[in-house]
């Protein structure tokens, strides 16, 4: 496997003379693909007996015979009637989740077929602030395949109620405008915010505009009357937080792009996909994406590919569950002349496929170049060096004790009603629910014959060694044990769960030690560790080895009675205060549904 750093192809305009000479066989391409089957998402057909004449990274020809443009250097490749697809767009995501940085990102899901992502990096913004988005949006420029970087919105998600390691406002949106590889604003999750006309969302969102980019939207509410509408008048151009087929329908019909998720945890394609396949809507605003992906799942399962596969199950016509996940995407990043289709002039990202409807990928192509064949990397990515002031961010200002997790119950109480953060299986959204808690010694006592253990969140980004205690429902632990996370969505603060406090000092202590990730410990013993030490959000080795990692910690949750899918999803979600209903923060309980402060006692 050969091993290089990548140059971009060069612009259209700059290489139109030549694509012409190559169309007309004046020159000879450097690359000629034959007797394909083009899926060509424009038209909705495919085509047989097509080829593709290639030259500097981007497609001169494509017809139904490019002899003419076969030259002595020419590399010739017969596809024998297979597939040619254009390659695959997320339209929305976050590398962060996959426990690794860009370079390992796209060394896992380049063999899935992915060619472009658009990544919003607010977890590490959180953290690092526009340090960070630079530095992720440096080593998405170096990287073979087209990753485009948005602007994070909101950091903090929602002020007021959590607070970040860094804060963004519109003078870093406006910076970050300028820059040559951001495609937009990341999706804008203070919809409340939106909806009142905060000064800062109106402002961010008017630098955007103001540059011609993109904003992306984040609407986590079932709530589509006044509140919905204000947040569309707002300017935000899709949203990817629908659960219902009635969520897509009233964003399309709004002028907004439904993009449709189905990430490690998140289960939202079927529903939605409804509004084309049943209610009959014209699938061309509708976009798929992945949102949060864990190593695993990128490893394992993979990637774009897996989610044509599923919407492709859901009754969707292949081709247009291809459309969903190339042409759509990327023309509502405005910029269709680049990439989402095979076509003349765009960037020679292309698949050739065995089996259309099962999206059998043989190889994979970007910018002419092939980067893998049947399942592997035939292309090897350098690694990409992240500075030291990147990593020890984890700071608790103090070793953590069993008596820091203690829930002090009312006076004189032998029991108490509590809120308690429920969680739904394959969805981002919480419940809010009410429960009689035990009291014993004065302390509110875990109930697991109701599946109710603690969660805490330990504040990491300054040192001031404070912790949050509150209740959860829906991991099912059956022993003694505790999950520590620096991954915690959005703040990045530290998040325990556990049934047993003395194990959720050890497993918190143990994240301090390493500089974050992910640890799970019973009884005094450590079951699995993934150190994440860049911001405490990403691991600086392979993603093969991230993942063998966070398959051991899968195998530990389950061990310890936790059989949720992709439980690790959930946890590192439980400070999410923009998605309802009921969140942890480092302020207190946040009860999304109002955006206000709530008592854990009622």
Same mark, same amino acid.
């Not at 709004?254 to 394609?269: F, H």
């Not at 002039?345 to 089996?355: H, K, N, Q, T, W």
């Not at 910690?553 to 009675?561: F, I, P, Y």
């Given at each position: ?68 443009? @076969? ?102 949106? +406006? ?73 897509? @329908? ?24 409804? +509004? ?58 405005? @910029? ?20 259309? +409807? ?20 035939? +292309? ?164 093969? @080895? ?57």
């Amino acid at each position: 496997m050969s091993s290089a750093r990548f140059n971009k192809p060069r612009p259209w305009h700059e290489m139109a003379a030549t694509l012409v000479d190559v169309a007309t066989g004046r020159r000879p391409a450097e690359l000629v693909i034959r007797n394909g089957r083009w899926v060509n998402v424009y038209s909705g057909e495919i085509i047989a007996g097509t080829d593709l004449a290639i030259t500097a990274g981007r497609f001169a020809y494509c017809g139904p015979d490019a002899s003419h443009a @076969i030259g002595e250097g020419t590399q010739v490749i017969d596809a024998a009637g297979r597939y040619l697809v254009p390659g695959l767009c997320d339209a929305h995501m976050h590398v962060e989740s996959g426990m690794v940085t860009v370079t390992e990102f796209c060394r896992a899901v380049i063999p899935h077929g992915t060619t472009s992502m658009f990544i919003d990096p607010h977890e590490i913004a959180n953290v690092l602030g526009l340090k960070g988005v630079r530095l992720m949006h440096d080593e998405a420029m170096a990287m073979p395949v087209n990753v485009h970087v948005q602007m994070p919105s909101c950091v903090p998600s929602a002020p007021g109620l959590e607070t970040p390691g860094a804060t963004l406002d519109e003078k870093d949106v +406006a910076e970050a405008m300028t820059w040559e590889n951001i495609i937009g604003l990341g999706e804008v999750m203070n919809f409340p915010g939106v909806s009142a006309n905060e000064p800062k969302m109106v402002a961010e969102i008017a630098e955007t505009m103001k540059a011609g980019r993109t904003v992306g939207g984040h609407y986590a509410s079932p709530d589509l009357g006044p509140a919905f509408h204000g947040y569309v008048a707002g300017g935000p151009e899709d949203d990817h937080e629908g659960t219902r087929a009635e969520d897509a @329908i009233a964003r399309v019909r709004q002028g907004m792009r439904a993009m449709l998720r189905l990430g490690s945890a998140w289960y939202d394609v079927a529903e939605q996909v409804k +509004a084309v396949t049943e209610s009959g809507l014209d699938p061309r605003n509708f976009i798929l994406c992945t949102d949060d992906c864990h190593s695993g799942t990128l490893v394992e399962e993979g990637h774009m590919d897996r989610v044509v596969r599923h919407a492709i199950a859901q009754g969707l016509k292949p081709v247009t569950a291809i459309q969903m996940a190339t042409l759509n995407a990327a023309q509502h990043f405005k @910029i269709e002349r680049e990439i989402g289709s095979i076509a003349p002039g765009r960037l020679a990202d292309f698949l050739i496929v065995s089996d259309l +409807a099962a999206l059998a990928i043989d190889q994979v192509y970007a910018h002419g170049r092939l980067l893998a064949e049947h399942g592997r990397l035939v +292309a090897e990515i350098e690694p990409y060096p992240y500075p030291a002031e990147a990593k020890q961010t984890v700071k608790l200002g103090k070793q953590l004790g069993a008596t820091d997790f203690d829930i002090k119950a009312p006076e004189g109480a032998n029991s108490v009603r509590a809120r308690v953060i429920g969680v739904i299986e394959n969805q981002a959204p919480t419940r809010a629910l009410e429960m009689d808690m035990p009291i014993e010694n004065g302390l509110v006592a875990m109930d697991g014959a109701n599946d109710v253990c603690q969660i805490a969140l330990v504040e990491r980004h300054r040192a001031t060694g404070s912790v949050v205690n509150a209740l959860v429902s829906g991991f099912g632990y059956k022993k003694p044990c505790a999950m520590a996370s620096t991954v915690a969505h959005d703040s990045h603060h530290m998040i325990v769960v556990g049934t047993n406090k003395a194990d959720m000092a050890l497993a918190a202590n143990r994240l301090g030690e390493v500089g974050g990730g992910v640890v799970l410990i019973s009884e005094g013993r450590e079951l699995a560790l993934v150190e994440l030490p860049i911001a405490g959000l990403m691991s600086d080795e392979r993603a093969e @080895i991230a993942a063998e990692k966070a398959a051991k910690l899968t195998a530990a949750m389950r061990e310890v009675g936790c059989d949720l899918n992709n439980a690790y999803m959930q946890h590192s979600l439980l400070a999410l205060v923009v998605i309802p209903e009921l969140r942890i923060s480092d302020q207190g309980l946040v009860d999304v549904r109002t955006f206000e402060r709530v008592e854990l006692f009622v």
